[in-house]
């Protein structure tokens, strides 16, 4: 679970300086774009991924001993 955690909020960070790098200088066009389709998405995934990593209280001890079957 520490290998997700540290994964998306490095994916977190990365996404959110290239966000507001092309947000604060004047890059070329196409480096605007690469923003806008690759790296938006990556930080909205990577927010729902650290949401869901960190289990709340009532479901800690359940996600220790039952392994995640689905819904």
Known sequence: M?????GSL????LSAT????ALLFNPPA??????AIFLIP????????????TPEKDE???RVNE????Y
């Open 42 to 53: 990556v930080f909205i995934l990577s927010l729902g991924i650290l949401s869901m990593a």
């Open 30 to 35: 196409w480096v605007v774009y690469g923003v």
């Open 67 to 70: 392994p995640f079957i689905g």
């Open 10 to 13: 490095t994916a977190l960070i």
């Open 18 to 21: 290239g966000i507001i790098y």
């Open 2 to 6: 520490n290998k997700l955690k540290a």
């Open 60 to 62: 800690a001890d359940e």
